[in-house]
């Protein structure tokens, strides 16, 4: 059973920085891909960046300049890298992995506030 761990969320002050963490385990294929979405209060979940097994990063344009996604391939784990964080970065932050030929899994997601 594939699952996912998340870590690294909490409370930060305006400008600060956080870095999540998600480790998968139970995978008996191949990953293709790892990402992070965000979900606000109030709002649609939506994608903030993935990588692929290759390195290949994707970010969504509103948050690219602050944020930084690496993995570890050797680890299954997958980091985000936040910084200059602001009130609307305010979200549940989850964690998704995309298996090649058996589809996508979700983490349980991990809380970030920020504090002005």
């Known amino acids: 059973q594939v699952q996912l761990v998340e870590s690294g969320g909490g409370l930060v002050q305006v400008g600060g920085s956080l870095r999540l963490s998600c480790a998968a385990s139970g995978i008996l294929f191949g990953i293709k891909s790892m990402g992070w979405y965000r979900q606000a209060p109030g709002k649609q979940r939506e994608v903030g960046a993935s990588?692929?097994?290759?390195?290949?990063?994707n970010y969504a344009a509103s948050v690219k300049e602050a944020i930084t996604i690496s993995r570890d391939n050797a680890k299954n784990t997958v980091y985000l890298q936040m910084n200059s964080l602001k009130p609307e970065d305010t979200a549940v932050y989850y964690c998704?992995?995309?298996?090649?030929?058996?589809?996508?899994?979700w983490g349980q997601g991990t809380q970030v506030t920020v504090s002005s």
């Open positions: 990588i692929t097994s290759g390195g290949v990063t």
């Open positions: 998704n992995v995309l298996i090649w030929a058996v589809g996508g899994y």
